[in-house]
């Protein structure tokens, strides 16, 4: 298994970047499991670059799309991005390029396979390009996206990129005859202290509960709960 402290320089190669404070990077691919097991404190590992590198996604792929389509729908925009910035689609990303094996995890993370987890290695993908932000702003971590998912974002507008939970959940329901107005996410509950807050998560149609999820976010509890409404209606999500 690579040492991060000794490969640094080789993941700032794959990533086309070389950081100016590494530390940054180093916290990018903590684990909050391996931040406990150092510290005593999870929330020194890669939650937070995690939040900020979902908005600075985001708003750089939002951008990238805009310009790219200028005769698209924001309908068609807003689904095309789901599909791309989408758990499954950053995940195969990152190990795509072997990213997933600098994450530095806890001993049961690592033994029960949380290197190759979509969750955890999607989120380790975020908090890296949260730090890249940080060091180098926008236009670095413009560049360092570009990089990462082009391939992702070419399949994208090919149409070869499997859709996020949610939209296939729409879209399968409205061939049923069900209005997207009909379809309700509700956050059932929440819990686990504020650093590591686990949400559930319940999809409806017509005030038919169809499926219930888990994440640690309130998106990521919804899209657990579409998952599980396509499982029950035949249609698996390919997350």
């Not at 993941?11 to 404070?21: H, S, V």
């Not at 033994?111 to 940080?134: P, Q």
């Not at 949610?166 to 409205?174: F, H, I």
């Not at 997207?180 to 005030?207: M, Q, R, W």
Request: with cysteine; proline share 2%.
């Amino acid at each position: 298994m690579r040492q991060l402290n000794s490969d640094i320089r080789q993941l700032e190669k794959i990533l086309g970047y070389q950081f100016r404070d590494p530390a940054l990077l180093e916290r990018a691919v903590t684990h909050s499991s391996r931040a406990n097991e150092l510290t005593g404190r999870p929330q020194d590992g890669n939650e937070r670059l995690e939040f900020l590198g979902d908005a600075v996604l985001e708003e750089i792929m939002s951008t990238r799309l805009y310009h790219s389509l200028p005769g698209d729908s924001e309908g068609r925009l807003s689904k095309l991005r789901a599909s791309i910035v989408c758990e499954r689609s950053l995940s195969m990303a990152a190990k795509a390029m072997e990213i997933n094996q600098f994450l530095r995890l806890g001993h049961g993370e690592e033994l029960t396979g949380g290197r190759y987890r979509d969750s955890i290695v999607s989120d380790c993908l975020e908090a890296i390009f949260g730090a890249v932000f940080l060091d180098g702003g926008s236009e670095a971590a413009g560049m360092v996206i570009d990089r990462v998912l082009s391939d992702t974002v070419r399949k994208g507008m090919e149409g070869r990129l499997a859709k996020d939970a949610k939209t296939e959940l729409q879209e399968l329901l409205q061939r049923d005859g069900v209005s997207a107005c009909d379809i309700e996410y509700v956050i059932t509950g929440e819990s686990g202290p504020d650093h590591n807050k686990l949400f559930e998560a319940a999809v409806s149609a017509g005030g038919k509960e169809l499926g219930r999820g888990c994440g640690k976010s309130k998106q990521a509890a919804q899209a657990a709960a579409a998952s599980a409404a396509l499982e029950k209606l035949g249609s698996p999500a390919q997350r």
